[in-house]
């Protein structure tokens, strides 16, 4: 079983709509979740973390965290063709020490006009 | 957010010759520095960690050797790959953590290496 699994999809909505991507986890000790976007041919940019249980939003983005259920899952609203990316979700572990972020494999989400 | 440099951008360079790629963290000090490479629609695979004043941490399968890393201040490391073959174009990415707080990693804009 991979730490973090992610459906690669690719998702695709209609622009306007909402994005829902989700990503499991199999550490419940995992302490802080993050979410990146990646654009083809670019780096991971950072959209949001989240580490308590429940909803985090900033602008059009929304993080939710159950560690119950161990996912985590970003929403995103009025979804434009410019969120057409790779998203990735990371996390870190409960003994991660100065180890990296452990990411999926990325969730490719595509927004039509 | 935090702003990670690499330079350069991209390079080419022929089969056998070393290539040598910065990463800078320009507004924070990072003890902990990451390289990871990419292959064209596959995902991130990190090649190994930096740390400041130590030796690298590599991962499994990453030829040490080949792959050189140096740490030698809080804001920079670097990534020097020895001997490159074609089978080494990719696009190389460094990241860099802060050490406090919730742990988050920002990434350099990467650098494409074709080795021709």
């Known amino acids: 079983q991979k730490e973090v699994e992610q459906n690669s999809g690719p998702l695709s909505v209609p622009e306007g709509a909402i994005a829902s991507l989700n990503c499991t986890y199999s550490?419940?000790?995992?302490?802080?979740f993050f979410w990146y976007r990646q654009y083809s041919g670019k780096s991971p940019e950072l959209i949001m973390f989240?580490?308590?249980?429940g909803d985090k939003e900033d602008g059009r983005f929304t993080a939710q965290l159950n560690k119950a259920s161990q996912y985590v899952s970003l929403l995103i609203r009025d979804s434009q063709p410019s969120d057409s990316a790779t998203y990735l979700c990371?996390?870190?572990?409960?003994?991660?020490?100065?180890?990296?972020?452990?990411f999926g494999s990325g969730t490719r989400l595509q927004v039509q006009p | 957010g935090a702003v990670v440099s690499q330079h350069p951008s991209w390079v080419i360079c022929k089969s056998g010759t070393s290539v040598k790629i910065e990463c800078r963290s320009l507004?924070?000090?990072?003890?902990?520095m990451f390289w990871y490479r990419q292959f064209p629609k596959q995902s991130l695979m990190l090649m190994a960690t930096?740390?400041?004043?130590?030796?690298?941490?590599?991962e499994q399968g990453v030829e040490k050797d080949k792959f050189l890393i140096n740490h030698a201040s809080l804001t920079l490391s670097t990534l020097t790959v020895t001997s490159a073959h074609p089978e080494d174009s990719s696009f190389y990415i460094c990241?860099?953590?802060?050490?406090?707080?919730?742990?988050?990693?920002?990434f350099g804009p990467g650098t494409r290496l074709t080795v021709t």
């Open positions: 550490d419940r000790g995992s302490q802080s």
């Open positions: 990241s860099a953590r802060f050490m406090q707080g919730s742990y988050e990693q920002y």
């Open positions: 990371a996390l870190r572990g409960p003994l991660s020490g100065r180890r990296a972020l452990t």
């Open positions: 930096s740390n400041e004043g130590s030796k690298a941490t590599y």
């Open positions: 989240i580490y308590s249980n």
């Open positions: 507004d924070f000090q990072a003890t902990t």
